[in-house]
């Protein structure tokens, strides 16, 4: 393919994605880019990660290596972070560390605060996610999204992520998650309707401000 037609299939792939209409381009590039096109998201291959889902406790044999979190806003989209050189997309969460004394929630409200400088209500379980090739878990919550602070440097990365709001199927599409994310999917939109939160109209992703706290509710 050449540079020209790859540039005009990745911005029809992102407007698709953005749900935010035609492209219209000028040698290739959007004239009004998006954040995903300031971000370059999809620019480089996505990292696959197709583990299994499953809706329950995790095995106690299992070491918890990540919580990750599926963070509500009012509309029912959620928050999803974008690294700001390479465009890949992730959930907010991360990895325990001694200070948290094996709390899978004390992780994923620190790595919240640290990668978003978000807070979160209640949370519910979702499940967890297995690595055939290897004794781990990792875990999947949900909760409702309730304020946002100004976009810190992530302490592990040293970057500032950009932060967008997008609708769950939308936060797939910037994954690789492959055929098992379905049953997480399908876990999300329960939780969502447990805890009352709308399905969200599928619209394009918000990137939320740079320097101002934003109270979600």
């Known amino acids: 393919m050449s540079p020209g037609d790859a540039r005009r299939a990745l911005s ?39 583990l299994p889902f499953h809706a329950g406790p995790a095995p106690e ?15 029912g989209r959620v928050l999803v972070l974008l690294e700001p050189d390479t465009g890949a997309a992730c959930l907010p969460g991360g990895t325990p560390e001694p200070p948290d ?3 899978p929630l004390v992780t994923l409200r620190r790595e919240v605060r640290e990668e978003a400088a978000a807070e979160f209500g209640e949370p519910l379980f979702l499940g967890h996610l297995t690595d055939p090739d290897e004794p781990y878990a990792r875990l ?13 440097v992530d302490p592990a990365t040293g970057r500032t992520h950009l932060r967008v709001l997008a ?32 399905r969200a109209a599928r619209q394009p992703l918000t990137e939320l401000p740079d320097a101002t706290d934003l109270t979600i509710s």
Do not use: C, K, M
């Open 61 to 75: 044999q299992l070491s918890v290596v990540q919580a990750w979190g599926w963070l509500l806003g009012p509309d």
């Open 12 to 50: 029809a792939l992102r407007a698709r994605i953005n749900s935010a209409g035609p492209a219209l381009l000028e040698n290739g590039l959007p004239i009004a880019p998006t954040v995903l096109d300031r971000a370059g998201a999809l620019r480089t291959a996505r990292a696959q990660h197709h």
């Open 140 to 152: 999947r919550y949900a909760a409702p999204l309730i304020r946002l602070g100004p976009p810190p």
């Open 101 to 103: 004394r094996g709390n």
């Open 167 to 198: 609708t769950p199927e939308q936060a797939l599409e910037l994954f690789d998650w492959g055929p098992p994310a379905a049953g997480q999917l399908a876990a999300v939109h329960q939780a969502r309707a447990q805890l009352g939160i709308p």
